[in-house]
């Protein structure tokens, strides 16, 4: 009877456990990590250490942004798993918490490990380039001033400052009424999200120092439905509000295939001083979120964060045109240059177009950063600036605002201090002269066929003939500097198999001014273009006998010339392109030219030119450099134009 009732106590405990496990997997599949890390959590204590377990464990915290414990459990899983083979993004999220926690050694050593394992992933790379970038972000440039934590913010979770005409638009999960029970988000177990609307005041403290906060805060019944509702953006006119929803129609919450709940972009209308008409924009899908809409200063296009199949990394930033009837276009990827294969998200455009966003795959300071990118001339957003301390910390940092023309501006954090999970910090620009620079943009061409030369380059020197910069162009053959105003300079551009090419110019202008430089080069005297617009060798002709494919004397010493080249240039492959002319019929001409290729070949490969390197092809009388057909008449020395040999440039670097 006692061995009967023990083997039943042990059957109840490892039913008890399987369940513990079942509930704990579920409610992480579930987004629900506050249960998931504490079932994992008390699966460990009770012997399950697995790998699975240990990863989710550490996830659970991730997730929830809890970065001592994350990295508790991540210590734990490299101890146990390390010579084991890793999920690779457990090494990123290692780093990141070492990081957010301020042990950014031991966060680099993690991230250059994780950079090896993968090589391609641009966020280990972007480590390499810069290893100084915890002394280059941490010093304070003096360009953000007065930063206020705003009275407005809970223990909960408050972010998202959108300022218009003088109303501050913010979003907050503090409970709508306290005291009353409301519905719970399982991500993190607080109220769901709420647009609020207050009075942006600017203060002056005992010294004087003005700082931004807010007051009359009420919040906007009309837009607000009982699941998630934020980032409240408002066009010019003050005619139309974008904001970010859960995927409820009003009275149903919808899910995707694997009963998830996305977020979505919606609008409103502003009608008879209320918010109304509100409808989901065209490009959401309930399999993916759509979320964080951002304005041009022209409100002719809406920028917004999506986890859309295809992009480059967990969460990208698109922009989508819209249309003067309301219509909108194609979502496009702002690309590689701002989208990593991290997060990146809270995009905000600014009066003068400079785009800000929040990332954790380009190189920062803590978990989410925010960066600045400017337009180049092509109107795309090239190259990307960590704005540093004190807009970011060893936390994340995100949803940046700024007005420059009224100098106040505003971001969210979760860094030490602060009164609850997220607060909004208010700031002030600091009115510094900016220094006159001029970019100078432009594009490296074949000055004949247009063609980009991709891999050319472009060097800089300035008056006194002296080195500033260089660089090599990529895929698209640009290039780009950013110099004083009213300085001389001279641009050299250089490529294989041409000319260099150089410019000399004066800075001249304001501020931002954007000045085109076309580097178009040509041919070197090693080659040329025929009629045809094909690269060929630049030889004398090789001209045959009547009725001859063999090499003439007078031939030799352009043939060998041609050795010369294919030895400076051992990556090139040409092929003999030979000719005849019109007398004699279609059918023996063609014949004679074929010989006529294969005589030239063969010389070229006898000099030591390996044969797999040139070929041979004959086009009888049917490229003619002249009149002399068939029904022409003509001289001894027109007939003979038309029987030659070029070569032609078929494969090259």
Same mark, same amino acid.
């Given at each position: ?70 990295? #508790? ?14 999920? $690779? ?27 090896? $394992? ?183 296009? $809406? ?62 300071? =803590? ?141 001249? =202008? ?80 063609? #014949? ?25 092809? =004959? ?35």
């Amino acid at each position: 009877m006692k061995k009967i009732s023990t083997l039943c106590l042990l059957f109840i405990v490892v039913v008890s456990f399987g369940q513990r496990k079942y509930a704990a997997n579920k409610y992480f599949s579930d987004y629900s990590y506050v249960k998931s890390a504490k079932l994992y959590e008390e699966l460990f204590k009770r012997g399950d250490t697995s790998k699975l377990v240990v990863t989710r464990l550490a996830d659970s915290y991730y997730f929830n942004n809890k970065t001592v414990k994350a990295e #508790t459990w991540y210590k734990k899983l490299f101890e146990l798993y390390r010579k084991d083979t890793l999920q $690779l993004e457990s090494y990123f999220r290692y780093a990141q918490v070492l990081k957010s926690n301020g042990n950014y050694k031991e966060s680099d050593k993690i991230l250059l490990e994780f950079r090896k $394992l993968n090589n391609i992933d641009s966020r280990g790379k972007k480590l390499i380039e810069n290893k100084n970038y915890f002394d280059t972000f941490s010093k304070d440039k003096d360009a953000f001033r007065s930063i206020h934590n705003l009275s407005v913010n809970t223990k909960y979770s408050d972010y998202g400052a959108y300022v218009h005409n003088g109303i501050l638009y913010f979003s907050s999960t503090k409970p709508k009424t306290f005291g009353k029970l409301e519905k719970k988000y399982h991500w993190n177990n607080q109220p769901f999200y709420n647009i609020y609307k207050a009075d942006q005041v600017v203060f002056d403290n005992e010294k004087n120092i003005n700082f931004t906060d807010i007051e009359n805060e009420t919040i906007l019944k009309e837009v607000n439905s009982q699941y998630h509702d934020s980032n409240a953006i408002i066009t010019n006119d003050g005619k139309t509000m974008y904001f970010t929803r859960d995927d409820f129609d009003g009275k149903k919450l919808k899910t995707s295939k694997r009963q998830v709940s996305q977020l979505k972009i919606y609008r409103a209308d502003f009608v008879d001083s209320k918010w109304t008409n509100i409808t989901e924009l065209p490009f959401n899908s309930s399999e993916y979120s759509t979320r964080h809409p951002a304005l041009s200063s022209d409100n002719k296009t $809406l920028y917004f964060v999506s986890e859309k199949p295809g992009g480059f990394g967990k969460t990208d930033i698109y922009k989508v045109s819209i249309h003067e009837d309301g219509t909108y276009g194609n979502p496009i990827n702002l690309g590689k240059e701002i989208n990593t294969e991290g997060i990146e998200m809270f995009p905000f455009i600014g009066n003068d177009n400079t785009l800000y966003f929040s990332s954790n795959g380009h190189i920062g300071l =803590g978990g989410l950063d925010v960066f600045e990118s400017n337009l180049n001339a092509l109107n795309e957003y090239n190259g990307v600036s960590n704005l540093g301390v004190p807009i970011n910390s060893q936390k994340d940092d995100f949803s940046f605002y700024v007005n420059k023309e009224q100098k106040t501006g505003y971001f969210s954090s979760n860094r030490e201090g602060g009164k609850g999970d997220d607060d909004i910090y208010s700031f002030i620009v600091n009115e510094k002269e900016k220094p006159c620079n001029v970019k100078i943009v432009g594009q490296v061409k074949d000055k004949v066929t247009n063609e980009l030369l991709v891999g050319a380059s472009v060097t800089l020197f300035d008056k006194n003939n002296l080195k500033v910069d260089s660089l090599r162009v990529g895929k698209d053959a640009r290039f780009e500097f950013i110099l004083p105003c009213n300085e001389n300079y001279k641009l050299i551009g250089k490529s294989r198999y041409y000319k260099p090419d150089n410019q000399i110019f004066y800075t001249e =202008g304001s501020v931002g001014v954007l000045n085109a430089k076309k580097m178009d080069l040509r041919l070197n005297d090693d080659f040329r273009y025929s009629d045809k617009l094909e690269m060929i060798l630049n030889i004398k002709p090789i001209y045959f006998d009547l009725d001859k494919a063999t090499i003439r004397p007078d031939a030799t010493k352009e043939l060998d010339r041609v050795v010369l080249i294919m030895n400076k240039y051992p990556e090139i492959e040409i092929r003999a392109s030979s000719h005849t002319d019109s007398r004699g019929n279609d059918a023996y001409n063609q #014949t004679l030219s074929e010989k006529r290729a294969i005589s030239t070949r063969e010389y070229i490969v006898s000099k030591g030119i390996s044969a797999s390197r040139i070929s041979a092809k =004959g086009f009888g009388e049917n490229k003619l450099v002249n009149n002399c057909s068939n029904t022409i008449e003509c001289s001894d020395d027109e007939h003979q134009k038309n029987r030659r040999t070029e070569f032609v440039v078929v494969k090259k670097m």
